[in-house]
């Protein structure tokens, strides 16, 4: 939002494989007042319920949202899940359904509406061709490649290498392992080489394991700085609140 509100670029990518995510910000861009209006109806719904009702909305909408739906509504049911699941997690199991549990939280902050409309109307700034400024795309991001140059900014925010055992790395149903770090490491020298700008963010390993240099070897070219971040989604206990992350750079 930052870059945008200033206007550092002419063009920009969003993108990511998970294609409910990917409409979740094309309904923000197309349809925020139906998105807002769809998720205010749950929440009254679910903040006036008791405890047993809240849990059963919960998995009626978690089922449906599994199923066959219109754009609007998969975003608003995307939306109250992320708000009312186990640690807002975003997991699928090997079907491609989102299967985290119940979170049984008394008070879950369900929208800013302010600033998703505000979202919503960088994301449908033009630009003189009459195309959006912001490209939201739904595909691996080694498909991106051809949009790099050297006046580029790229932001990676990879699923976190997990930090321990029964970590949680399994964003979509494709996972997310060494070896998808290992070729998400070729890509960065391939926007590198480009003379693209590059920032990359993931778990830092050494918290757990002194002795694992796994980013180290593979960025060793880099920078790689060390920043405490705040967390919630960590299935370990330790791995919640500030945590410290790595800030790989080639700048
Ligand atoms: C830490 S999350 C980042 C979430 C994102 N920044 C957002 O808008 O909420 C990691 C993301 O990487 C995506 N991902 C996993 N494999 C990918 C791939 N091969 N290409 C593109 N995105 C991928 C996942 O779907 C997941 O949304």
């Known amino acids: 939002m930052h870059f945008i509100e200033n206007r550092m670029f002419d063009r920009y990518i969003i993108n990511d494989i998970n294609s409910k995510l990917i409409n979740l910000y094309k309904v923000i861009r197309d349809a ?16 006036e319920a008791d405890e047993f009702h809240r849990e059963k909305q919960f998995y009626t909408i978690r089922e449906a949202f599994n ?14 899940l992320n708000k009312t699941c186990f640690n807002g997690l975003y997991r699928e199991n090997s079907e491609g359904k989102f299967n985290v549990p119940f979170g049984r939280y008394k008070n879950p902050n369900f929208i800013d509406e302010e600033q998703l409309i505000e979202l919503s109307s960088l994301l449908n700034i033009k630009d003189e061709t009459g195309d959006f400024k912001v490209k ?6 080694c498909e991106l490649k051809d949009y790099i140059d050297d006046n580029s900014f790229i932001y990676c925010d990879p699923p976190y290498r997990p930090v ?3 970590g949680f790395n399994s ?12 070729e998400l490491s070729k890509f960065y020298r391939v926007a590198d080489a480009k003379g693209a700008r590059i920032m990359l963010s993931n778990s830092d390993p050494k918290v757990f ?3 694992d240099d796994f980013f180290e070897n593979l960025y060793q070219d880099f920078n790689i700085k060390r920043v405490r971040a705040k967390r919630t989604i960590n299935s370990d206990g330790r791995g919640r609140g500030e945590v410290e992350e790595l800030l790989i750079t080639n700048y």
């Open 209 to 211: 394991d002194p002795n």
């Open 32 to 47: 925020p007042a139906e998105l807002i209006d769809g998720i205010n109806s749950l929440k009254i719904k679910y903040i």
């Open 171 to 182: 964003y979509d149903k494709s996972g997310f392992n060494d070896e998808s770090q290992i």
């Open 67 to 80: 199923g066959e739906c219109d754009e609007v509504t998969q975003a608003v049911y995307m939306v109250f």
């Open 164 to 166: 321990t055992m029964g």
């Open 136 to 141: 939201i795309m739904n595909t691996h991001f």
